[in-house]
């Protein structure tokens, strides 16, 4: 069964730091790979997309990564705001423009 | 900026009742999706739909469940007799092409 797993399940950390998030997945074969932030009680609005060729994808403060050859990705949020604070869900694409969700990490920003 | 769009943003409803969820989405993309997030779990797919048809749906999508786009914008969801276990928030999402997924605000169902 295809399983997108993520790491830390939950994460507090100070404004102005930086933090990464992890995602291990078995999803095969897929498209892409995406980062989503979900704010509570909101739909999920995409941060970066990855084709499975691409090793990393900025958008602003955040940087993905990918490794297909471990099958792992990571989200690297750099100087961290309390609007950061949500939950972060690793996403893949496999057939038909199916999405998979991961656990997701619900991170915290706090002063 | 074109969004997807969800009405109502929390619907109510009592066990076995019918209940419609609606969705607009962005005007001139092709594809159309229903996901839902049970509290405290992951997104969860439930139907893609494309050319007035259901292109691909998950195990959950049962014959309770069932897709419509009745005119050129609107695309509903359908829960034809409502259970405790459907309780959840529910999320369209559209795509222009089979590409990045847009998605709306939720619709948060709860069942009594």
């Known amino acids: 069964k295809n399983q997108v797993e993520q790491s830390p399940q939950s994460l507090i950390i100070l404004e102005g730091k930086n933090c990464t998030l992890q995602?291990?997945?078995?999803?095969?074969?897929?498209?892409?790979l995406r980062w989503y932030k979900q704010d509570t009680g909101r739909g999920p609005v995409s941060l970066t997309i990855?084709?499975?060729?691409?090793n990393t994808k900025s958008n602003g403060r955040y940087t993905a990564t990918l490794d297909a050859d471990t099958k792992q990705s990571s989200l690297h949020i750099t100087a961290s705001q309390l609007s950061d604070s949500a939950s972060y869900i690793c996403?893949?694409?496999?057939?038909?423009?199916?999405?998979?969700f991961g656990t997701g990490t619900q991170l915290k920003v706090e002063l | 900026e074109p969004e997807v769009t969800q009405t109502p943003s929390h619907q109510v409803t009592q066990m076995g009742q019918e209940v419609i969820l609606r969705c607009v989405p962005i005007?001139?993309?092709?594809?159309f999706y229903w996901y839902r997030q049970i509290l405290g779990q992951k997104v969860e797919f439930l139907v893609s739909?494309?050319?007035?048809?259901?292109?691909?749906k998950s195990e959950i999508f049962d014959d309770q469940f069932s897709v419509e786009r009745p005119d050129g914008s609107n695309f509903t969801l359908k829960i034809r007799s409502t259970k405790l276990e459907d309780s959840a928030m529910y999320f369209c999402?559209?795509?222009?092409?089979?590409?990045?997924?847009?998605f709306g605000p939720g619709t948060r169902l709860t069942v009594l």
């Open positions: 996403v893949l694409t496999g057939g038909g423009n199916k999405l998979t």
């Open positions: 005007s001139n993309h092709l594809y």
């Open positions: 739909f494309y050319n007035n048809e259901i292109s691909e």
């Open positions: 995602c291990n997945y078995t999803v095969s074969p897929f498209s892409n």
């Open positions: 990855m084709t499975f060729s691409e």
């Open positions: 999402a559209s795509s222009e092409r089979e590409n990045e997924q847009f």
